[in-house]
Nanobody, 117 residues
Framework: QVQLVESGGGLVQAGGSLRLSCVAS????????MNWFRQAPGKEREFVAS????????YYGDSVKGRFTISRDSAKNTVYLQMNSLKPEDTAVYYC??????????WGQGTQVTVSS
């Protein structure tokens, strides 16, 4: 079992920045990929960014490339999402996900990010 707890969401003006954190606990192996997804009201869940647990490979969704950066601190069992140049369309609930397989797939409770224009 893996437990994930997100934090760092809030209200920010357009152009501002936020950093989300996801603290992981439990049986987290190096094979896990850590992901951030988001879901806005009335929309499907959208992939934002991913990083392998050993931190060598990163991917980003097209809508956040160049603005968001995913990183992880293995000593703290924490994954971060640095969000810069935020836009109103970034408003969503952001979820942390740890994925190893169909069976080993875990989600946090989500953290709300609201960007005002």
């Amino acid at each position: 079992q893996v437990q994930l707890v997100e934090s760092g969401g809030g209200l920010v003006q357009a152009g501002g920045s936020l950093r989300l954190s996801c603290v992981a606990s439990g049986r987290l192996f190096s094979g896990y990929t850590m992901n951030w997804f988001r879901q806005a009201p009335g929309k499907e869940r959208e992939f934002v960014a991913s990083v392998t647990w050993i931190g060598l490979t990163r991917y980003y969704g097209d809508s956040v490339k160049g603005r968001f950066t995913i990183s992880r601190d293995s000593a703290k069992n924490t994954v971060y999402l640095q969000m810069n140049s935020l836009k109103p369309e970034d408003t969503a609930v952001y979820y942390c996900n740890a994925h190893l397989s169909t069976r080993d797939d875990y989600w946090g409770q989500g953290t709300q990010v609201t960007v005002s224009s």
